[in-house]
């Protein structure tokens, strides 16, 4: 199987800058996106910006200008470093990982979508 391990996040001052990592383990042949979600609180899951394996990134209108995201194909690994954080980007912040062609049981082949436990950013003003 594939697991997602998060790190980074907790508090952060308003203004200040924010950074996740997140690693993929498992016998993985490839990824094709690699990105970060977010939810808070009475609110659905929302894209804050992607990668795909060729380097074209994707991020939300409301994180554009203040986000970078970044990622190490060989290391299956993605960054995500948000500038300027604002009180309204408190939520608990996800990592996923897209198209991902991996070995499962019994030496077979499977794409498959994965997601992390998720880490709680919480932005003070």
């Known amino acids: 199987q594939v697991q997602l391990v998060e790190s980074g996040g907790g508090l952060v001052q308003a203004g200040g800058s924010l950074s996740l990592s997140c690693v993929a383990s498992?016998?993985?042949?490839?990824?094709?996106?690699m990105g970060w979600y977010r939810q808070a609180p009475g609110k659905q899951r929302e894209l804050v910006a992607r990668?795909?394996?060729?380097?074209?990134?994707h991020s939300a209108d409301f994180v554009k200008g203040r986000v970078t995201i970044t990622r190490d194909t060989a290391k299956n690994t993605v960054h995500l470093l948000m500038n300027r954080v604002k009180p309204e980007d408190t939520a608990v912040y996800y990592c996923?990982?897209?198209?991902?062609?991996?070995?499962?049981?019994?030496?077979?082949?499977?794409?498959?979508?994965?997601w992390g436990q998720g880490t709680q950013v919480t932005v003070s003003s």
């Open positions: 498992g016998t993985i042949f490839s990824i094709n996106f």
């Open positions: 996923n990982a897209d198209g991902v062609r991996y070995r499962r049981a019994y030496d077979s082949t499977a794409v498959d979508s994965f």
């Open positions: 990668i795909s394996s060729a380097g074209t990134t």
